[in-house]
């Protein structure tokens, strides 16, 4: 059964150095201890994800059904899709990248190799439908001093590269090392999720030149959320948002601050 929380607003110390607006508060949980990487659900389940494992529960009672097999290493985001749960996939923090997008078959639940990317531009960490549910969207991330270097590249249905985009200076510095964990549309704009600050940047990508390769992306506004970072999720059920709390290891629930 989901539990009901307060709202969350703003970051803790420590956290995003962006002057946040309102944005998502939480509105309830869900206990997982595989809720470390990325959360998704749908009007009757709910997928928590850790490094190696897709979990899935019954909405309604919060009751585990099964857990994924399949090897898989790390684990990102999850995005569902067509009733299947898609998540990046990696050899993060080994050298040289290898990235994958992983597929989670609930009538099965096997876990398997979706598409593998030859030579990535680094280490995967979300992938998503594009607008109109063309083609795809995939962020490779890079850390520390090579954090300039993550860019969010677009994909046609085959995964041939259109076009590729470097984030913003501020939001950059922003990351404390690391980088964007996960990301929905929003409209016409992406929600680009923390790797553990409670912060989720609104992006706008150029209305002009999509097939031009090395434009930046654009920030619009930083809004507080309740998700200490990792990938989140549309809630198809409430119209809000689905993500994670790593240290609780709990899935959390949000909608829009009113």
Same mark, same amino acid.
């Given at each position: 059964m989901l539990a009901l929380l307060l709202p969350l607003v703003v970051a803790g110390p420590g956290g995003s150095q962006l002057s946040l607006r309102p944005g998502w508060v939480a509105t309830g949980n869900l206990q997982s201890k595989y809720a470390t990487q990325a959360a998704a659900a749908d009007d009757t389940r709910v997928y928590a994800v850790s490094n190696t494992t897709v979990a899935e529960y019954d909405r309604a009672t919060g009751k585990l059904l099964g857990t994924s097999t399949g090897k898989a290493e790390h684990l990102n985001s999850?995005?569902?899709w067509n009733g299947k749960v898609y998540c990046?996939? &990696?050899?993060? %923090? !080994? !050298?040289?990248?290898? &990235?994958?997008?992983? /597929?989670? $078959? %609930? @009538?099965?639940? +096997?876990?398997? /190799?979706?598409? !593998?990317? $030859?030579? =990535? =531009?680094g280490s995967l960490t979300w992938c998503i439908r594009g607008p109109g549910d063309k083609g795809w969207w995939c962020c490779f991330a890079h850390y520390k001093d090579e954090n300039a270097q993550t860019i969010v590249v677009k994909m046609d249905d085959g995964f041939k590269e259109l076009a590729r985009w470097t984030f913003p200076t501020t939001v950059v510095d922003d990351w404390d090392g690391m980088s964007a964990s996960g990301a929905i549309w929003d409209g016409d704009t992406l929600l680009v999720s923390h790797h553990h600050f409670k912060v989720l940047y609104r992006l706008r990508v150029a209305d002009k030149g999509l097939e031009v390769k090395g434009m930046d992306l654009q920030l619009v506004? @930083?809004? @507080?959320? =309740?998700?200490?970072? +990792?990938?989140? @999720?549309?809630?198809? !059920?409430?119209?809000g948002l689905v993500g994670i709390d790593r240290e609780k290891r709990e899935v959390v629930f949000a909608e829009r601050q009113k």
């Open positions: 999850a995005y569902l990046a996939h &990696s050899n993060y %923090p !080994k !050298k040289p990248d290898e &990235s994958d997008i992983r /597929v989670y $078959d %609930p @009538a099965t639940r +096997q876990l398997t /190799v979706f598409h !593998k990317f $030859d030579r =990535p =531009p506004e @930083a809004l @507080a959320c =309740p998700f200490p970072g +990792q990938g989140i @999720a549309r809630d198809p !059920k409430t119209g």
